[in-house]
């Protein structure tokens, strides 16, 4: 744990569903190898991970199961360990390989830029060599020049307690907005490749783990079911997912099922299967002989109080050396990065979905009203009197804002990216004030980005496509108040409390949680927010042009939605704001004008 982590909290817990064979499951770290320093329910970190890992795997030593650790990608950008260091990620890789990955993979993240490819070519990859795999991902290898696979497409292996033999698939969904370095093959192309189908032509198999940055509701992952399921008929598959950023649990059928374990280190996944066959050369009997398969799910919540009861440790008992040499390792990086520098303190909680928008406690609602206007309305063509439409991508904004401190750290966990602002001059208003509409409502742009597997929304709003369920109706809004200091410390002799956490629905219930919480609210956030600049209250007519400015994470988009109402421009009519500055550095700078770092305000 990192020395400035809240302590864990006493709360009611499910024991975890030991079996055959277990897994622990990680995806979408996006770089929070630290834990989550303002929230006690997610405080443990990855070093934590190591020590709870090593726990397991003696456990599974001792009593003759398995135990094998999966991560599916999207392990950088999104936290200031990775995105503040020269170069990104200087910490990242060296944090990363200290757990032992038995499963390991890409997401898109790993993607977006040429040099964060080349980062799993020179260090991800041959860190876990032999687990990473890449079933539908080739690099254009950075050395001699060629295409080729980013590591090998497969991997059959026999488990080391049940012999239990497995063939692995390793995917990530069909991306579209990769650099040029890299090629994702569509899932429906990969699936007819020769080495697809001979590889499941194989007979001695117990099962079959397709594993990948890919939500599991997804169609990608019912076309590989099908597929898989068509030539091995009775073969047990165990699917694990991310992307979406949520926790979920999907049946496929008696002998199939899916995991998806969450986001930001919030989330262990704990899955455990029973009445495998083990036709490898096993050391030990089978743990149960149970005829019928059985699979069960648990979403581990990262912190101290979970981990040490999950292994049965204590205070003393449950850190290894390992374990805290890496957390340590994980200070030391903070330490040097300075995350603790206080740009400010914010007056109030701003979320991402736990309130709608619009709303005054939205962080989206902040940005439209306060961040974009007061700071593009200092350009000059706004002091002379321009006027401007400002879009951005809610996607855009990874993480809530809490009360108080505004930090480096902060900075980056809201906003990690590198883009900037850009604009269309003095585009006609007539169309520049139907873009937003045409971004956020169904119709052909939807359609477009649909196609492109791309969007603008936060993954985990997005992932409601397939599931509805996960909103608050509107009038939920302050039925449950939400306290996030609620926890208050328990008399020795008290029975733990619920309070506001994960409440997880899925395929098999609502008992996958290994910590019994209450609800928190989530709400549908649009695909983009737009604010206006410029313009005067009392402004009678509406302008004849305006500059169109977006963040530039959106330009195909922006510039499809001006050719559907009938203007071409292309890339090259298109500048940049104040030199390219980031929004991230535009948000701190409001930041530091804005929020007094006053101490007394930072409580
Ligand atoms: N440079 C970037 C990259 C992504 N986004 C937005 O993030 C969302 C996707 O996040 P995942 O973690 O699920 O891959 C999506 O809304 C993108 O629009 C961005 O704004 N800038």
């Known amino acids: 744990i990192q020395p400035e982590a809240p302590s864990p909290i006493a709360a009611p817990l499910r024991e975890l569903p030991w079996a055959q064979l277990n897994f622990l499951h990680t995806t979408d770290i996006h770089g929070w190898w630290g834990g989550h320093l303002q929230e006690a ?270 292994s049965n440790k204590d205070e003393k008992t449950f850190p290894t050396d390992h374990g805290e040499n890496v957390s340590k390792a994980i200070g030391d990086a903070r330490k040097s990065l300075g995350l603790g520098e206080r740009y400010g303190c914010a007056p109030q909680d701003y979320w991402v979905s736990r309130r709608p928008y619009p709303h005054r406690e939205s962080i989206f609602t902040w940005i439209e009203n306060q961040l974009l206007p007061q700071s593009i309305g200092k350009s000059k063509r706004i002091k002379n009197g321009g006027k401007a439409l400002v879009i951005t991508n809610t996607g855009a904004i990874r993480f809530d804002i809490f009360k108080g401190a505004f930090t480096k750290d902060t900075k980056f966990l809201i906003s990690p990216f590198t883009s900037g602002i850009r604009y269309v001059k003095d585009v006609p208003y007539k169309a520049a004030s139907q873009v937003l509409k045409l971004l956020n409502n169904e119709g052909p742009i939807m359609l477009e980005l649909m196609e492109n597997n791309a969007f603008l929304q936060p993954p985990e709003v997005f992932a409601a496509r397939y599931r509805p369920h996960i909103f608050s109706s509107p009038d939920r809004i302050y039925s449950t108040p939400f306290e996030k200091h609620a926890q208050a410390p328990m008399a020795a002799d008290e029975e733990p409390k619920p309070f506001p956490g994960y409440t997880t629905q899925d395929d098999a219930g609502e008992d996958g949680d290994d910590t019994v919480h209450e609800r928190i609210e989530f709400y549908n956030v649009p695909n983009c927010i737009q604010s206006t600049v410029g313009f005067q209250q009392n402004d009678f007519y509406e302008p004849d042009t305006v500059d ?43 930041v530091e004008e804005h929020w007094s770092t006053k101490e007394e305000t930072c409580l």
């Not at 991970?49 to 950008?77: N, P, Q």
């Not at 008696?254 to 299967?273: H, N, Q, W």
């Not at 400015?549 to 009938?566: D, S, T």
Request: charged share 25%; proline share 2%.
């Open 41 to 310: 329910s997610f405080s443990a970190d990855w070093g934590d991970y190591v020590s709870f890992a090593k726990h397991l795997r003696d456990k599974a030593d001792a009593d003759g199961s398995d135990l094998l650790l999966i991560d599916t990608g999207d392990r950088v950008e999104g936290n200031a360990i990775y995105d503040s260091s020269k170069p990104r990620g200087k910490f990242t890789y060296e944090i990363a390989k200290e757990q032992s990955i038995d499963l390991i993979s890409s997401g898109n993240h790993e993607l977006y830029k040429a040099n964060t490819a080349e980062g799993e070519f020179f260090h991800t990859v041959p860190d876990f060599k032999g687990n990473y795999l890449a079933s539908n991902l080739d690099i254009y290898n950075p050395v001699s020049g060629k295409l080729e696979p980013l590591a090998p497409r497969f991997k059959k292996f026999t488990t080391k307690n049940q012999g239990i033999r497995i063939l692995a698939f390793g995917f990530i969904f069909d991306f579209t907005g990769n650099a040029n370095n890299t090629v994702v093959q569509r899932v429906e192309d990969t699936v007819k490749e020769e080495w697809f189908k001979e590889s499941l032509k194989d007979k001695d198999l117990d099962l079959i783990i397709v594993f990948g940055h890919v939500d599991i509701r997804s169609n990608e992952y019912k076309l590989l079911f099908s597929n898989i399921r068509s030539s091995q008929r009775d073969t047990p598959i165990q699917f694990f997912g991310g992307h979406s950023h949520i926790r979920d649990y999907k049946i496929f059928d008696s002998k199939s099922v899916a995991l998806e374990s969450g986001r930001y280190m919030e989330t262990l996944g704990f899955m455990s299967i029973d009445g495998l066959s083990t036709g490898g050369t096993k050391k030990h009997a089978p743990v149960s002989q149970k005829s019928k398969i059985a699979f069960s799910r648990r979403y581990i919540d990262n912190n101290l109080y979970s981990l040490r009861h999950h």
């Open 548 to 590: 169109l400015m977006y963040n530039e994470f959106i330009q195909q988009w922006i510039l499809l939605a001006l050719e559907y109402v009938g203007h071409n421009y292309t890339s090259d009519d298109t500048e940049s704001f104040a030199h390219g500055k980031s929004f991230t550095d535009i948000m701190t700078d409001w």
